[in-house]
């Protein structure tokens, strides 16, 4: 009695080389991707990926920037962000094969155009946000935002206070001095001998991280005095103008007020040591600006700061250059309480800021209820503020704040957001804004866009 199976045979040869078209199904995310870059493209809206290379033929080819630019945000949406994960899947998964016509570019190829193409990269955003604008997935009646803190490409333990980190630069110096007479010892002074070892190369890199870090606390200890110097002055102005000494405690010196402990991290000087409800990590503070109805981003930056409080105004004036207007309703958490913040809200935007943290909030209703009565005429900007959130209105809008800009992040942490890897500001700010594409542009497919290019 034989087994009824189907013909499996590895060897099997084919008539004809098999369409990868075929093998990718016509509402996949990989041809959805395929078709807006296409439709970017005959929009004109490349053109910025084709500065860097020559365009009189000459010189070795390069793979062509439109399927690079395919790949990447394929991967992204995917949470294939490492450039050697994304060569992998050029060899191994079908959906990437699709994406390159079967080419294959190594992992240096495509972390070196992700590098030398970060600008652009970044600008995709704006232009997946105008197609979400166009398919009625963004209109900026009501958003929310918030910061999320992301590691960086650095550990907590590389930072340096300034005495140690200029003891390392004497001795990485000393070292190359040492490495150079040895090598003048052997090679002769005019002749270079070889390649420097890799050590070496490793060590000048160090070096040059070292010194940028030591700049930095300069740079903040410089502040630190201007700042106290001002102070001082400022106090003494008014002292001479009503001819008597101010009570209290005299300001420090110029010089006690430097923070000596003041650290820097050596791996990434640019990034920052951020609190987060899990602990401390070194990294940066994503910000993002959705729209409560599609949860699609209509703003999106990274900033150095370790707290949000001074990022609703840049917020703002972001959401006004890449969404094209400032939101209708904005809301945001305590975290962006302050009386200078609340002076933000005009006949544009409306704000909802909470002033205390949700949970402190809910206590008090329960303890002391919500306040009655007309809002005195001496009411602060906290007190109005608190008096419209208690409100129905109030209570219903800024509900929405949880339930939209929370499962953005959640979003992109499941596709695998953890890490900013590039490192620097300028890095994080790209790497950020390519997490923020790829989420409009997984909202837009989701919501059946289509491509003028389909």
């Known amino acids: 009695m034989a087994y009824n199976f189907l013909p499996y045979d590895q060897d099997q040869l084919y008539l004809m080389p098999p369409d990868l078209s075929e093998w990718v199904a016509e509402s996949s995310l990989a041809r959805f991707v395929s078709e807006v870059v296409e439709q970017l493209e005959a929009e004109g809206e490349l053109e910025i990926f084709y500065s860097p290379y020559r365009a009189d033929g000459w010189g070795r080819a390069a793979y062509h920037p439109r399927m690079m630019v395919k790949v990447i945000l394929y991967g992204y949406c995917c949470g294939v962000t490492s450039s050697r994960r994304i060569a992998r899947a050029l060899e191994n998964d079908i959906a990437f094969r699709f994406l390159s016509a079967n080419q294959q570019p190594d992992f240096r190829t495509v972390s070196?155009?992700?590098?030398?193409?970060?600008a652009?990269?970044?600008?995709?955003?704006?232009?997946?946000?105008?197609?979400?604008?166009?398919?009625?997935?963004?209109?900026?009646?009501?958003?929310a935002l918030d910061g999320r803190k992301v590691a960086g490409n650095a550990a907590l333990d590389q930072n340096r206070a300034k005495d140690a980190i200029e003891k390392e630069v004497a001795r990485i110096l000393a070292e190359a001095e040492r490495v150079d007479a040895e090598e003048d010892e052997k090679y002769g002074p005019d002749r270079r001998g070889d390649e420097l070892p890799e050590e070496l190369r490793t060590r000048e890199g160090r070096l040059k991280r070292l010194k940028e870090a030591r700049a930095r606390l300069e740079a903040e200890a410089r502040q630190a005095r201007q700042r106290q110097e001002q102070k001082i002055e400022a106090r003494r102005q008014d002292e001479e103008e009503s001819g008597r000494k101010k009570r209290g405690r005299k300001p420090k010196s110029a010089e006690d007020a430097v923070n000596t402990e003041a650290k820097a991290n050596i791996t990434d000087p640019q990034s920052r040591i951020m609190k987060t409800r899990r602990g401390w990590l070194q990294g940066y503070n994503g910000q993002a600006m959705a729209d409560c109805d599609s949860q699609v981003i209509v703003a999106q930056d990274v900033t150095q700061a370790e707290n949000d409080v001074n990022q609703l105004a840049p917020m703002l004036e972001v959401c006004e250059a890449q969404a094209g207007r400032r939101p209708e309703e904005a809301l945001a958490d305590a975290g962006y309480w302050s009386e200078e913040n609340a002076g933000l809200?005009?006949?544009?935007?409306?704000?909802?800021?909470?002033?205390?943290?949700?949970?402190?909030?809910?206590?008090?209703?329960?303890?002391?209820?919500a306040p009655r009565g007309p809002i005195p005429k001496d009411a602060t900007a906290r007190d109005r503020m608190e008096r419209k959130l208690l409100t129905r209105r109030g209570k219903k809008i800024y509900k929405q704040r949880g339930s939209t800009i929370e499962p953005v992040f959640g979003q992109m942490a499941m596709r695998g957001l953890n890490r900013i890897w590039l490192r620097g500001i300028n890095g994080a700010k790209g790497e950020w804004s390519l997490w923020c594409t790829t989420h409009n542009l997984l909202k837009l497919w989701r919501s059946g866009y289509q491509p003028l290019c389909a």
């Open 112 to 118: 070196d155009f992700r590098k030398d193409h970060l």
């Open 120 to 143: 652009a990269l970044e600008a995709l955003f704006i232009d997946v946000l105008r197609l979400c604008q166009s398919a009625g997935l963004a209109k900026m009646g009501r958003v």
């Open 345 to 369: 809200e005009n006949e544009t935007t409306e704000l909802f800021i909470a002033t205390i943290k949700d949970w402190k909030q809910r206590k008090e209703l329960k303890e002391k209820g």
